[in-house]
Nanobody, 119 residues
């Protein structure tokens, strides 16, 4: 299985920026086909924020387009989420997740990192 560890969360004022990192490790880390970022606010359902395929194709939720950027460093087995122009509505626990080449589902998840945006 793939182990994922997020970092980079914290408290920031509206309009500020944060960069989240997700480091992948384990025997099957080389088999990752898609990396995604999700978030979950209190009392709300988990939602996808962005994803990045092995091919380089990316997806963004409409709510973050133009503000967030997903990227990766293959040498470090790390995916990033650069978050700019943060809004209070971005406050949530952010999770990274991975799909393997053998499944269409996100089956590896990080522990989550808290992002809080003050108004």
């Amino acid at each position: 299985q793939v182990q994922l560890v997020e970092s980079g969360g914290g408290l920031v004022q509206a309009g500020g920026s944060l960069r989240l990192s997700c480091a992948a490790s384990g025997r099957r880390a080389f088999s990752i086909s898609v990396m995604g970022w999700f978030r979950q606010a209190p009392g709300e359902e988990r939602e996808i924020v962005a994803s990045l395929r092995l091919s380089g194709n990316s997806y963004y939720a409409d709510s973050v387009k133009g503000r967030f950027t997903i990227s990766r460093d293959n040498a470090k087995n790390t995916v990033y989420l650069q978050m700019n122009s943060l809004k209070p509505e971005d406050t949530a626990v952010y999770f990274c997740a991975a799909k393997s080449l053998l499944t269409s589902a996100y089956d590896s998840w990080g522990q989550g990192t808290q992002v809080t945006v003050s108004s």
